[in-house]
Structure formats: C-alpha cells, structure tokens
Nanobody, 111 residues
C-alpha cells in the first residue's frame, strides 16, 4: 500500500518562504503525476500545483509566480517551494500521487 508523507510545514512571516517535501513509500508507486493541494476549514480542497510525468506543470491561479513544484522521480519525491507567502496561503497542504493522499502538513503565514 502506497503511503505519502509530507514534511516542511510550519509558521512563517508574511513574505517568507517554506519548502514542502513529500516522499512515497510502500506498495507499487505509479507516480505518473504528483502534486500538492491545500484546504482550509470549511472550504473545498484546492489545487496548488501539479507535476505531470511529461514534465509539464500546472499551478493554481493564486500561487502562480510564487510557488514552484519539482520532482525527484528516482526517489518518488515531490517538492513545493513557496516564496512570497501571504496570510491567505495558510492551510493544510496535502501531497497527492498514485490516487493516494498524504496526511497533510500545516502551513501558517502570520500577518
């Protein structure tokens, strides 16, 4: 059974940066696409960034130009570099891949 484990969340000041990491383990990981989503209480989970197997990427409108997704396919890892963070980026960030979700990591941006 595939497991995804995120790390790198935390508290950062407005305008700061964080780097999230996610590693897949267990089972057979068919990680053609991997990505990051986020969710705040009372709202639907939304796309942050997606990395396709062909190298293309897709970003949510609110993070374009600030966040960068990258992958290490050999290690079944995906990363999210988040720069110029804003309070509205505060959320639980989830890693996704192989139809599996991670447990989430909290990102809090203070004003």
């Amino acid at each position: 059974q595939v497991r995804l484990e995120e790390s790198g969340g935390g508290l950062v000041q407005n305008g700061g940066s964080l780097r999230l990491s996610c590693v897949a383990s267990g089972g057979v990981f068919r990680g053609n696409n991997m990505g990051w989503y986020r969710q705040t209480e009372g709202k639907q989970r939304e796309l942050v960034a997606l990395s396709y197997d062909n190298g293309n990427t897709l970003y949510g409108d609110s993070v374009k130009g600030r966040f960068t997704i990258s992958r290490d396919k050999a290690k079944n890892m995906v990363f999210l570099q988040m720069n110029s963070l804003k309070p509205e980026d505060t959320a639980v960030y989830y890693c996704w891949g192989s139809n599996t979700w991670g447990q989430g990591t909290q990102v809090t941006v203070s004003t």
